[in-house]
């Protein structure tokens, strides 16, 4: 094995024990309140405000072993697809998120899932602020280490100074590494090998697990997804479709 990839491999697995030993609590809390979301037949809404982050609201959407209920909120402004550094200007754009949580009919008594690892843009913050504006139950993902070493009117910041972890119902923390890259590379002054998306896609992931926990306790199956790629997969999957398509947006 390489330098590299012994380092990588290391403190992703670091990472990863982390997040399970320490933020048992939160994910449970979490997966309580989505839960009873669901057992009131309510959408598990989750957005990922801001470049990466998107693909952490992609990890548990239309996909196999994950919940079908998943409102995916993935607006063109901050994904990549639509231009990288757009998604940079957008996702510092204050207001911004208000208008995207109303196309995406979040509503009053909701749950919504904010993923950013960082945790500190505007559209980040604004999602916050304005679900707790319109009674929205908020659970963050995101970390610490940017919201404590930014200092305050850096461009990357919301006007309020404000941090996500700070904001929401219930904060799990994904333990990101300051700069979110670990490796370094002699005679090159970046470090390489960012870690953020295995850090989120490893707590929306155990968040999904939990509460389908919680709703078998409860006495409710769980709509989980079957790989559409099995021989079973399309006509175990079509009583979610009919049900789902007609509520969340970017199911059809």
Known sequence: MSKISKTYLETIVSLLKTIEEEEQEALNKAATILAQKVAEDRLINVIGPG???????????????????????????????HGAKRSSLVERTPGYAATVLEAYGVKSGDVLIIVNAYGINSMTVDCALEAKKRGITTIGVTSTSF?????PGAPARHPSGKNLYELVD????????????????????????????????????????YTAEK??????????WTSANLPEGDKLNKQFEEKYMPRIKLLR
């Open 147 to 151: 919201a404590k070493f930014v200092p």
């Open 215 to 224: 709703l078998l306790a409860m006495g409710i199956q769980p709509p989980v």
């Open 170 to 209: 219930v904060f799990i923390d994904n333990h990101l590494p300051l700069g979110d890259a670990v490796v370094t590379l002699e005679g090159l002054p970046q470090k390489m090998g960012p870690t953020s998306t295995f850090v989120n896609s490893f707590v929306m992931n155990l968040l999904m697990m």
């Open 51 to 81: 470049g990466h982050s998107n693909m952490a609201v992609e990890e548990v959407f239309w996909r196999a072993g994950g919940l079908a209920n998943v409102n995916a909120i993935l607006d063109p402004g901050t994904t990549l697809i």
